[in-house]
């Protein structure tokens, strides 16, 4: 069980910044990682991912994304973050982010919602034109 804590989010104005911070904490041992990732979902939608990051570093951002939006972890704070610029209005929606304990070499980055079976709690973000 992974628990995620989510702050940050907002209201900006077309073509503001804001950034996304995801708190995990919960049950693992020496030989695993929190793999975790970003996810939008807009109403009546089912959640679609956004941006991730495997355990080599690498990440992995949904098309419409790319270039304006940046993930990082702090892996020895446990923490998860989700750097948006250049917000446009198409933006707005609710903003999870996912987890789950698993071995160090077993994080791919995967953007599929079903790989993450923890959830923060939500935050809106809301971009006006």
């Known amino acids: 069980q992974v628990r995620l804590v989510q702050s940050g989010g907002g209201s900006v104005q077309s073509g503001g910044s804001l950034r996304l911070s995801c708190a995990a904490s919960?049950?693992?041992?020496?030989?695993?990682?929190?793999?975790m990732a970003w996810f939008r979902q807009d109403p009546g939608k089912e959640r679609m991912g956004i941006a991730s990051?495997?355990?080599?570093?690498?990440?992995n951002y949904a098309d419409f994304v790319k270039g304006r939006f940046s993930i990082s972890q702090d892996n020895a704070k446990n923490m998860l973050y989700l750097q948006m610029d250049a917000l446009k209005p198409d933006d707005t929606a609710m903003y999870y982010c996912?987890?789950?304990?698993?071995?160090?070499?077993?994080?791919?980055?995967?953007?599929?919602?079903?790989?993450?079976?923890?959830w923060g709690q939500g935050t809106q973000v809301t971009v006006s034109s």
């Open positions: 996912g987890a789950d304990s698993v071995p160090y070499d077993y994080c791919s980055g995967s953007l599929a919602p079903g790989e993450y079976p923890n």
């Open positions: 919960g049950s693992r041992d020496s030989t695993s990682t929190f793999c």
């Open positions: 990051i495997d355990n080599r570093g690498r990440t």
